[in-house]
């Protein structure tokens, strides 16, 4: 079993940052992909970033130059460093991962955290 925990959510000025951890825990063999994905209230989830185990990066038109992910392979750890928050960026974050676990049959897990909220207000 693979668990994904959130942290580093909360309250923030517009123009201020926040740096959000994830952290992957259990049956792991290895990771392929870590994302970020947030869902502001009334909108359907998107994609905010991702990054592959090589260190490959993709990012959302609308956080580009704002947001930067970066990963901690020795502790399957993935961050999310925001900066220049806007009000739109108001939303629950929520950590994706595709790992292959550690069964014998070396399973595809899709898992995903709980979500942390990330409000960006004055």
């Known amino acids: 079993q693979v668990q994904l925990v959130e942290s580093g959510g909360g309250l923030v000025q517009p123009g201020g940052s926040l740096r959000l951890t994830c952290a992957a825990s259990?049956?792991?063999?290895?990771?392929?992909?870590m994302g970020w994905y947030r869902q502001a209230p009334g909108k359907q989830r998107e994609l905010v970033a991702t990054?592959?185990?090589?260190?490959?990066?993709h990012y959302a038109d609308s956080v580009k130059g704002r947001f930067t992910i970066s990963e901690d392979n020795a502790k399957n750890t993935a961050y999310l460093q925001m900066n220049s928050l806007k009000p739109e960026d108001t939303a629950v974050y929520y950590c994706?991962?595709?790992?292959?676990?550690?069964?014998?049959?070396?399973?595809?897990?899709?898992?995903w955290g709980q979500g942390t909220l990330v409000t960006v207000s004055s």
């Open positions: 990054i592959t185990t090589y260190g490959t990066t």
């Open positions: 259990g049956n792991i063999f290895s990771i392929y992909v």
């Open positions: 994706n991962a595709i790992i292959t676990d550690a069964t014998p049959e070396r399973a595809r897990v899709d898992a």
